[in-house]
């Protein structure tokens, strides 16, 4: 018979990978928390938020992320375009998370040779801004079979977020 573990029993192991995620727009307060919980999940070192305002102190937020805001880093800033060009210069592999007319499926790319990644994902509404997809050489879509052409932001980040983890 199976037993559930608990936070303390349960063995958790480290990512090899070195990962970021840079948000262009996120601000709903309940997918910033659910985003923080993903990030704490897969082992995020950092998420950092442009263009949009958060209230970090929202009610909604902080239930979504039972606590997680408080171990994963993370900071806000004002130019997502100059985040791109630091995380460039830090020799990360960027990746847009996001369907385009030449974006790769998900499953067709091989992450074994990177070990600095840096996913980014857009707001709820518009997604990736042009300005920054202009920017980002590789972006990434989730092959659907359903009906809708898109799936909320934070679910599709944690489905991104395993597949670049489990190398």
Same mark, same amino acid.
């Given at each position: ?5 608990? /936070? ?132 990434? /879509? ?12 934070? /679910? ?5 977020l395993y597949s670049l983890t489990k190398i």
């Amino acid at each position: 018979m199976a037993f559930q573990l608990d /936070h303390k029993g349960t063995s958790l192991k480290s990512s090899a990978v070195i990962v970021k995620v840079l948000c262009d727009g996120l601000s709903s307060p309940a997918n910033v928390g659910s985003l923080f919980r993903i990030c704490d999940a897969f082992g995020v070192n950092e998420i950092i938020f442009c263009n949009a305002v958060i209230n970090f102190s929202s009610n909604r937020l902080l239930r979504t992320a039972r606590d997680t805001q408080k171990k994963i880093s993370y900071r806000v800033s004002e130019n997502v375009l100059e985040e791109i060009e630091i995380l460039k210069k830090e020799n990360f592999k960027i990746l847009a998370l996001e369907i385009t007319t030449n974006s790769i499926a998900l499953d067709k790319i091989n992450f074994n040779n990177e070990n600095k990644i840096a996913l980014v994902i857009g707001n709820e509404q518009n997604g990736i801004s042009e300005a920054v997809l202009a920017q980002i050489p590789t972006t990434l /879509h989730i092959d659907m079979f359903g009906k809708n052409s898109s799936m909320n932001v934070t /679910h599709a980040a944690a489905i991104a977020l395993y597949s670049l983890t489990k190398i």
